[in-house]
T-cell receptor, first 112, second 117 residues
Framework: SQQGEEDPQALSIQEGENATMNCSYK?????LQWYRQNSGRGLVHLIL?????REKHSGRLRVTLDTSKKSSSLLITASRAADTASYFC????????????FGIGTKLQVIP | ETGVTQTPRHLVMGMTNKKSLKCEQH?????MYWYKQSAKKPLELMFV???????ENNSVPSRFSPECPNSSHLFLHLHTLQPEDSALYLC????????????????FGEGSRLTVL
């Protein structure tokens, strides 16, 4: 299975702290994305990193990709209560046609 | 209108009922998807449509029947479901299957929470 696995599955931090979530995947990918999901809602795309990139930034988000270890990390700096949500990594690979597969997600709670 | 709209947001049905979930995208995209989200499981890709043609049926039981009458609309027809089919069903779209390689972005609806009694 190509499915990514996020680690940890749950994370609780104080507002202002940094939150780091990790993702591992199994086969070669074209790109990897991170999504956010507020409770019971749809997923929202946060950031994409291509297989030939090692690091990418978007506002308070920093994503790294290590293709040799088949892993990625998402760092949220200076977290806010509004960052409370589940975060999913999604790996995109070619399997007949382009597929996007998701992990179980990391549930982040930011305590005010 | 938001980009991808799903109705109904909540649905409760018995195992002998027939119901449908509807998805509409206002983004001009050519590819649409159904995903199933169950507690503590990864999102499961169910069906993929590209230009109204089904390109993937990910071993989904026949009690789930998709329909894509045009590139803006996607339905999931439900009949004789089981309690284990209770889940959040998410519709998503992308510009097209090729663009998924370049931009990799899926646009999701808010989901339809299905409960099968």
């Amino acid at each position: 299975s190509q499915q990514g696995e996020e680690d940890p599955q749950a994370l609780s931090i104080q507002e202002g702290e940094n939150a780091t979530m990790n993702c591992s995947y199994k086969t070669s990918i074209n790109n990897l994305q991170w999504y956010r999901q507020n409770s019971g809602r749809g997923l929202v795309h946060l950031i994409l990193i291509r297989s030939n990139e090692r690091e990418k930034h978007s506002g308070r988000l920093r994503v790294t990709l290590d293709t040799s270890k088949k892993s990625s990390s998402l760092l949220i700096t200076a977290s806010r209560a509004a960052d409370t949500a589940s975060y999913f990594c999604a790996s995109s690979y070619s399997g007949g046609y382009q597929k996007v597969t998701f992990g179980i997600g990391t549930k982040l709670q930011v305590i005010p | 209108e938001t980009g991808v709209t799903q109705t109904p947001r909540h649905l409760v049905m018995g195992m002998t009922n027939k119901k449908s979930l509807k998805c509409e995208q206002h983004l001009g995209h050519n590819a649409m998807y159904w995903y199933k989200q169950s507690a503590k499981k990864p999102l499961e890709l169910m069906f993929v449509y590209s230009l109204e043609e089904r390109v993937e049926n990910n071993s989904v039981p026949s009690r789930f029947s998709p329909e894509c009458p045009n590139s803006s609309h996607l339905f999931l027809h439900l009949h004789t479901l089981q309690p284990e089919d209770s889940a959040l069903y998410l519709c998503a779209s992308s510009q097209d299957l090729i663009q998924l390689i370049i931009a990799g972005e899926l646009f999701f609806g808010e989901g339809s929470r299905l409960t099968v009694l």
